[in-house]
């Protein structure tokens, strides 16, 4: 039995909204960009009455879960993965899951 202590690998993607701002995705769970400094970025969940959020370093790498944890489950059926940059470049893009790594 492996420990899974030292493999957390969440997988992070990040979704263009159609306001062409970035989304944050996680296990199925979606966060908005709060607030960030220069090494580090929050984003919170975009569920309203929940106050989960997740730290990324300015790499987009995932640092930590912040304390709260999610008061709901995962919304997958939301994601539509698309791995077609040109669409989204064309603004025609809506929902499309940009995976980066
Ligand atoms: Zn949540």
């Known amino acids: 039995m492996p420990s899974s202590d030292a493999d957390q690998t969440s997988t992070i993607s990040f979704l263009i909204s159609n306001k ?4 944050l995705v996680i296990d199925g769970y ?10 580090v970025s929050y984003w919170l969940c975009e569920i309203e ?6 730290y990324l370093n300015s790499d987009d790498q995932f640092l930590k879960y912040a304390e709260n ?3 709901h489950i995962p ?3 939301r994601l539509e993965i698309s791995q077609d940059v ?16």
């Open 49 to 54: 009455l929940c106050n989960a959020g997740v």
């Open 20 to 23: 062409k701002t970035r989304l």
């Open 30 to 39: 979606i966060y908005q960009q709060n607030k960030s400094t220069a090494k």
């Open 75 to 77: 919304v997958p059926e």
């Open 69 to 71: 944890p999610h008061t």
């Open 86 to 101: 040109d669409k989204y470049l064309e603004g025609v893009g809506v929902g499309s899951l940009l995976l980066i790594y």
